[in-house]
């Protein structure tokens, strides 16, 4: 299986702030790297596929990047409606698998 | 518009089998090649995909729950159906059905929407 390592676990920023999370796999992806967003008793939301493209309706703030191993969720502007629990995940081969999940906090 | 909605026990005892019911509207699971996930959550963990069958029925399954799963469905009912067998304490946790999105003309996958989720506690 692939293994997905995210970080860190967990994060505290402000509003306002630049925010970068990061998700390593166990072996090369490509760019097949998903981004969700997790809110307290709620189901997750899917915000970037494949990497690097924005699910429709995200707003812009949020972008992803990166290939191979090596993937970055970055969120340019934090709002109050950001604090929540991002998780990576691959689509590279069966068995998908997600990060452990980075809680981001307010400060 | 696409919704997905879990159904199933809330509550087993060990060793019992588990039937989890996914009901899906807004999209077809005989069309194209149409598929549906089942990933779950412990309290307070990270999420786990369990298993997925698209609409050729080609179906797939955690390694570490192979043999105790078994995913199926009814395209009349438009319904996905996920067994687990020999529940055990451990699996407590919320269980979520989600769509397979694609990009057209690639193997790019990516779950959205997902439903609720249908939270199962296992204790005697």
């Known amino acids: 299986d692939i293994q997905m390592t995210q970080s860190p676990s967990s994060l505290s920023a402000s509003v306002g702030d630049r925010v970068t999370i990061t998700c390593r796999a166990s072996?090369?992806?490509?760019?097949?790297l998903n981004w969700y967003q997790q809110k307290p008793g709620k189901a997750p939301k899917v915000l970037i596929y494949?990497?690097?493209s924005l699910q429709s309706g995200v707003p812009s703030r949020f972008s992803g990047s990166g290939s191979g191993t090596d993937f970055t969720l970055t969120i340019s502007s934090l709002q109050p409606e950001d604090f929540a629990t991002y998780s990576c995940?691959?689509?590279?081969?069966?068995?998908?698998?997600f990060g452990q999940g980075t809680k981001l906090e307010i400060k | 518009q696409v919704t997905l909605k879990e159904s199933g026990p809330v509550l087993v005892k060990p060793t019992e089998t588990v039937t989890l019911t996914c009901t899906v509207s807004?999209?077809?699971?005989?069309?194209?090649?149409?598929?549906v996930s089942w990933i779950r959550q412990p309290p307070g963990k990270a999420l786990e995909w369990l298993a997925h069958i698209f609409s050729n029925d080609e179906k797939s399954y955690s390694t570490s729950l192979w043999s105790r799963l078994t995913i199926s469905q009814d395209t009349s009912k438009s319904q996905v159906v996920l067994t687990m067998t020999n529940m055990d304490p451990v699996d407590t946790g919320t269980y979520y059905c989600?769509?397979?999105?694609?990009?057209?003309?690639?193997?790019?996958?990516?779950?959205?929407?997902w439903g609720q989720g249908t939270l199962v506690t296992v204790s005697s």
């Open positions: 807004g999209f077809s699971l005989s069309n194209g090649m149409m598929g």
């Open positions: 995940q691959q689509s590279y081969s069966t068995p998908y698998t």
């Open positions: 989600t769509r397979i999105r694609a990009l057209t003309g690639s193997y790019f996958y990516w779950f959205d929407p």
């Open positions: 072996q090369s992806i490509s760019m097949y």
């Open positions: 494949a990497a690097s």
